[in-house]
């Protein structure tokens, strides 16, 4: 068994004749985390069996994208379009290749991420990158992780959150200061950003009390969020600001 989902490059693996005295790892929960708080990541990088590394939380909630390369992913099923995008922990905590899929963990030892990328010099961020650690890596959130797991392992699919909309990245007015923001390119008819009334041109500055500061960003939010999750999206329109709610449905496989 070895379902997988190329939105979140995450898998569940089914070991047979499995050593009797594997323990499960605890999970704890990545929305408790706050900027500071102290984690260490697990892994293998280089090759480099074994290896922990400590560190701090950097940044929550940073959107970061990454592609997987067909030729090598073992499943066949690497992304061809759509990237991979996450609303990452951020960590200054060692992570290098080979670090990917590793845990990382809290003072207490539980899961709060799944290591998932790092950022590289000259370079987009990606796991796909062979430069040493500089500092910077990226997790995927145990929450995140543990709702598709839970999806693969009852189903061998995972739903995944649904606005409507394309952006690109702008800034809008907010008072008398300028703020970065996602700019709506497009509203899809039917999907529940229509339903809700939002229009070509509205710039997106929040979802659910965090902060959108461009495409990337807003994508992530979404993504994070379960199907059917109610969220309160910001907008700027006309220089007036105003709060939406809406419901999000399960991404349809023929739309972007």
């Known amino acids: 068994l070895f379902p997988y989902t190329t939105l979140s490059d995450l898998a569940v693996i089914k070991l047979t004749n499995a050593p009797t005295d594997l ?67 951020q960590t200054s905590a060692a992570i290098n290749p080979g670090n990917s899929g590793g845990a990382l963990v809290n003072p207490a030892g539980q899961l709060v991420g799944i290591n998932s990328a790092i950022a590289s010099l000259g370079s987009s961020t990606g796991s796909s990158s062979q430069s040493g ?28 959150a649904y606005l409507g909309v394309s952006s690109k990245d702008g800034t809008v007015a907010d008072g008398s ?24 041109g509205d710039a997106i500055i929040d979802v659910d009390g965090n902060s959108i500061d461009g495409s990337l960003s807003l994508v992530a939010q979404v993504r994070e969020q379960p199907v059917g999750a109610k969220v309160t999206l910001k907008i700027v329109r006309g220089g007036h600001t105003r709060n939406i709610t809406l419901t999000l449905i399960n991404k349809p496989t023929t739309n972007p």
């Open 133 to 160: 650690n500089i500092g910077i890596g990226f997790a995927i959130p145990v929450n995140e992780a543990r709702s598709i797991a839970a999806q693969l392992i009852t189903s061998g699919t995972a739903t995944h």
């Open 23 to 89: 323990k499960a790892i605890a999970l704890g929960d990545a929305a408790t985390l706050k900027v500071g708080d102290q984690v260490m990541a697990v892994g293998n990088p280089l090759g480099l069996a074994g290896t922990v590394t400590t560190g701090i939380v950097s940044a929550l909630n940073r959107p970061v994208t990454t592609t997987t390369d067909p030729s090598t992913d073992p499943l066949g099923q690497a992304p061809t379009t759509d990237p991979v995008v996450t609303n990452a922990i």
């Open 177 to 200: 200061a300028q703020r970065a923001a996602a700019i709506l390119a497009t509203v899809v008819a039917g999907t529940p950003a229509d339903k809700a009334g939002l229009h070509v």
